[in-house]
């Protein structure tokens, strides 16, 4: 009788816990699916501007449309696009990626087949680092709209970061045939670059840049990568004049700055290198822009400040990994970014899990084999890092910092052998 009792006491406990776990699951799903994202206040310059007035009255726009009518899937798709465009402005992507991928989920509730809304979707996912749902989502769309370049555009995207490289280059043929533009032709630059062929490279990023509008986010970032390209190649006096184009463009630019501050540490003036990556940081919330004013810092010889912001960024981070790995809908990968941050303040072993975890997922990419290799080097494992280095070198780039790791790497491997 006793058992019994237990057992019936048991059960219903059991049945309270699940009651309790459900209630809550109600609650929270109910909590995102009402919630409503606002735009934020933008910093610096970009607070000031005409365009900033503009996506402020057209964001408000929307969101009345979609307050008077929750199944407005055109308002839903374009404040979702709307969301997506101010994450590459400000830097922001934790909070307006999730904002766009909960409207373009709420218009794919209404109609699961919407093309708009799904090509959001893939965009969300690349965005967040989860290159292989994009990519998967982006071949999904493909197979019912095989003539939109822009999706092309995507599935290029995600075949890169995966590290499928000659699909990759496969679709950005199919991509350029379609509509030559700024998307295409930036892609075959980058693909040309990844196969070592800079001049190709800087011949199609200019053919990018001029088929933007002057000012134009899209169209300045082209003409940084440009500047960057230039600065792989020496050319720092071409580099400079494309960062000094895209300031003038778009006043306070982020990535301009960013550009001139690099330009400054090749000339190891690094006073200046250091005002510009802190203006730049003022602009938009960006781990490069952080880590290479931490960079700065101690190539300044100012070790504690240095310091203080390389702890700063790997806290950030982990914030974003840890999104990443619990949240099944949303949240960004920055496990090689975190490898890269680890190393900096000497933690090899944080370095080689976060390197690690991002090598599982995308173990044929040229960018992550480089991390796990240069990982390794710093840990003195140098023949370990060579199996890594193959990979990296095997599209037979032309980075300078890659193959300046490249040597590094194999003479230590030789020197350790000989030994």
Not at 108 to 130: C, G
Not at 223 to 240: P, S, V
Request: proline share 3%; glycine share 4%.
């Amino acid at each position: 009788m006793k058992k019994a009792t237990l057992y019936i006491i048991a059960s219903l406990a059991c049945v309270s816990i699940l009651a309790v776990v459900l209630i809550k699951y109600k609650k929270n799903l109910y909590k995102e699916n009402s919630s409503v994202y606002v735009l934020l206040p933008r910093k610096g310059v970009a607070a000031t501007t005409e365009e900033w007035k503009n996506t402020r009255l057209k964001a408000a726009a929307l969101l009345r449309s979609i307050a008077a009518d929750a199944n407005d899937k055109k308002s839903l798709i374009s404040l979702a696009q709307l969301y997506i465009q101010e994450g590459r402005i400000t830097g922001n992507y934790a909070y307006y990626d999730k904002a766009a991928l909960k409207y373009a989920k709420d218009a794919l509730k209404l109609e699961p087949d919407n093309f708009e809304a799904s090509v959001t979707e893939s965009v969300i996912y690349l965005s967040q680092h989860h290159f292989a749902e994009g990519l998967q989502t982006a071949k999904k769309i493909l197979i019912k709209n095989p003539y939109s370049s822009y999706v092309y555009g995507l599935i290029v995207d995600g075949n890169v970061e995966m590290g499928y490289y000659d699909s990759a280059v496969s679709s950005a043929e199919r991509m350029i045939d379609l509509r030559p533009d700024l998307r295409s032709y930036s892609r075959v630059s980058y693909l040309r670059e990844i196969y070592g062929d800079y001049a190709g490279a800087i011949e199609a990023m200019k053919l990018a840049v001029d088929a933007g509008p002057p000012g134009d986010e899209t169209t300045e970032w082209a003409r940084i990568q440009l500047g960057h390209l230039y600065e792989n190649t020496g050319d720092l006096q071409n580099a400079k004049m494309q960062y000094t184009i895209a300031l003038n463009e778009r006043p306070g630019y982020a990535y301009a700055l960013a550009g001139f501050a690099r330009l400054a540490v090749a000339q190891k003036d690094y006073k200046t290198a250091i005002k510009y990556y802190t203006d730049a940081n003022t602009q938009v919330t960006d781990f490069s822009i952080q880590e290479g004013l931490s960079d700065a810092y101690r190539l300044a010889s100012q070790p504690d400040k240095a310091a203080t912001l390389e702890n700063s960024i790997i806290n950030e981070m982990n914030k974003e990994a840890l999104s990443g790995n619990t949240d099944e809908n949303i949240g960004h990968y920055v496990d090689r970014e975190l490898a890269y941050a680890y190393l900096n303040i000497h933690d090899y072993n944080k370095a080689l899990e976060h390197a690690l975890l991002e090598y599982n997922r995308r173990p044929d990419n040229i960018d992550v084999n480089e991390a796990v290799a240069w990982v390794y080097y710093n840990r003195g494992e140098y023949d370990k890092a060579l199996p890594y280095l193959k990979t990296a070198l095997k599209t037979n780039s032309k980075n300078p910092t890659l193959l300046h790791r490249a040597q590094l790497i194999q003479s230590k491997s030789e020197l350790a052998r000989n030994n």
